[in-house]
């Protein structure tokens, strides 16, 4: 490992030649400041390229991870003293204001650079000091300025943008802002970063559009933000008239959900359940409905015809009847969406010498369980009817 440290330039800088209490700064020319501008734009890059290239030379762990928090800390030190030194006044004047400002972009870049390079090996759920706090606030503020800014091409997206605007907008003037992590913070960066690059023209008829599947991805368990949703599937599926149709409106909605991928290794608020869990949970339950609700007007309906029409009695028992429609269903030669649906349809309107009633579920269990008696008779049945076919 190179005994070399990388920030030295930088520290030199900040601690030294920019510290007021240190350092006559007014006596900096307009070509010191020059310089020191471009060198800092080189720094940038000539120290990410060295950390990289010293963490990929290590083996161990324990001492890549020392090293990136070595360098986290350091630079979160050096950022603390930039905004400590802004209060000096002899800080404030334009063109000295510039080149700070400048230097708190540099090495919030990166930072950022280790914290999306090197996750894993920083303590991720430490609190941040206040003053990398404050820088990151003001950063955040900028992005979502920028978010508002955006023109979206559908009413739909600009209520989804609004809500996360709102979102972030109370956790900045949240009065717990000391418990923030470093978590939260590249999780809010990333978020916005993302809804920020993206292009917002209505794509397909899916009602998942592009900022849903961002929020979705990125696991956006904003409670307002899934309320939001419900309502617009809810919303659009009362557009039908019939039933049937919202109900396979439903089961699409569905289908393109589970089509959406959401990373449950981050999320908005630790609180709170994973987006995606919650709304799988709320489709099922909605089907659940549905499906109920279907089979009650079913149920009814088929009342109302049997109290009028007079049912077909079979000379089979229940058991027998259910060998001979189990078979037809496997056999193909009657088909339905499931063995449940033959059943259902047919087993109401027909009753035996010596029950009037059948119930369809039973019907179907019992062809399951059946007896060699009931095998044979049924198949006496079909033999039956088919000598009968043959004499026509």
Known sequence: MSNVYPLEWLDS?????LNPKKNNVSALSEKDLALISENAKKESLRIQVLIKNEIFAMFRKRQIRLLVRKYHSNLIFLLDTVIENQNFKELKTNRLSQLIEQLIEVLDEMLCFIENRFTYYLSMDERVPITYLIVSRKELKVKLAKLKALSAKNEKDKEIIQIVIDAFTESIESKTQNKV??????????????????DYNPKGET??????QILIAMNFNCRKYISLIKEQILKNIDKEKESAFRFESLLLYYKDFNHLTSNEKITFDPSMENIKPVLDNWFKNEIAYWEKKKELGTSVRRAKSKSIEEKVECDLSADQL?????????????????MNLVFQSIIPYLSTAFKKDLSYQSVRSKSYNAEEKDKETAIAGLEKMIKKIRSY
């Open 13 to 17: 800088l900040i601690v030294q030649t």
């Open 181 to 198: 992590t470093f978590r939260q913070i590249c999780y809010e960066r990333d978020l916005l970063k993302a809804l920020i690059n993206q």
């Open 207 to 212: 009602i998942f559009g592009t900022a849903d």
């Open 322 to 338: 259910g060998l001979i429609l189990r078979a037809a269903d496997e056999s193909r030669l009657i088909k339905a969406r499931s």
